[in-house]
């Protein structure tokens, strides 16, 4: 098995923030890998370190068989990266930019205005590549971001969360540039919070959460982690602290969770639980004012792993 990214023992501290704490994990050439996990989890940090940016207290990591420790510039030979934050010159357009950069990567001449219109075709913008770019919308700049990290070829991409604070539509674009990468025989290191965008691109994930590794493997081999539970998001509309009590008692409840006015139950079974979840509502002079089920998805692995949901 061939390893694009090989990471032990990461550690990082910053300030009195632990914010890296023995991470490992492998990256199979050519897959999708995820990191997921909410804000603060430790994400960004790792892809520092990955990346080169950020030198780890402890431990190392290779890409493409070289260490970010002992050869920091055969990784950055190798490696496109895509941060959270937008890197670009608003003044100057989409091809202005990706020019400015591949000359960065050490492009010239015709090789540069060549790969410039291959990666303007790429990331969808072919048409609006003489507009500023302080003109377009946060999801146009982020494919522009997305382009600069694939000037040079890389055989790795990181990209960190791509997808914050931009509209359906440009999601959609990004998940889709993702799966496209991935078809180029790109391996993609992606980091987010949002479940669904995980699910739909994953070949293999890691869930994170205070800089550790809760666990790791497809999204199936995780699924399997809470078995087939169903998580069962409630509001009251009184404070449920007596209820809860009851609630943990019923039988086929796993795990009663609470965040904010949220109540989260694990269940085995939904059609029978749920109807004694409301009937103990009741007998305590509570009312139930919403609800909404889930099939086990990684969002139940997170609760069952970590005691809360995965929230933005």
């Known amino acids: 098995m061939n390893y694009a990214i090989r990471v032990q023992g990461l550690c990082k501290s910053l300030g009195e923030n632990h914010a ?74 989409a091809r202005e930019n990706l020019t400015f950069w591949g000359k960065m990567y050490g492009l010239r001449g015709a090789a540069l205005k060549s790969r410039v219109n291959e990666v303007l075709e790429v990331i969808g913008l072919s048409d609006r590549a003489n507009d500023r770019v302080g003109k377009y ?9 997305i382009g600069v990290a694939l000037l040079h070829k890389p055989s790795v991409i990181y990209m960190d969360e791509p997808t914050v604070g931009i ?11 993702v799966v496209a990468l991935k078809n180029q025989g790109m391996t993609v290191l992606y980091t987010t919070h949002y479940m669904e965008e995980v699910q739909e691109l994953s070949d293999h994930i890691a869930i994170m959460d205070h800089g550790k590794l809760i666990a790791c493997g497809t999204h199936e081999e995780l699924v399997k982690l809470v078995g087939q539970q169903t998580r069962i998001d409630l509001t009251l509309n009184v404070e449920a602290s007596k209820v809860l009590e009851v609630w943990r008692a019923i039988e086929g409840v796993r795990l009663v969770t609470v965040e904010e006015a949220q ?14 979840l409301f009937e103990a509502a009741t007998n305590h002079s509570a009312r139930i004012t919403s609800v909404d089920i889930h099939e086990p998805n990684l969002e139940a692995v997170f609760l069952h792993l970590t005691g809360r949901a995965l929230r933005d």
């Open 20 to 93: 890296v704490q023995g991470l490992s994990f492998d990256v199979q050439e050519g897959e999708i890998f995820s990191l997921l996990g909410p804000n603060g989890a430790g994400k960004t940090t790792t892809i520092s370190m990955l990346s080169c940016l950020l030198r780890p207290d402890e431990g190392d990591a290779s890409v493409m068989g070289h260490s970010i420790r002992a050869d920091a510039m055969g990784v950055k030979s190798v490696l496109g990266v895509v941060p959270q934050e937008i890197a670009l010159y608003e003044d100057l357009t």
């Open 137 to 145: 919308s946060g999801g146009m700049k982020r494919r522009v971001n």
């Open 167 to 177: 509209d359906p539509q440009s999601r959609r674009n990004i998940l889709d540039s």
């Open 263 to 276: 109540v989260s139950v694990l269940v085995d079974d939904s059609n029978k639980v749920l109807p004694r």
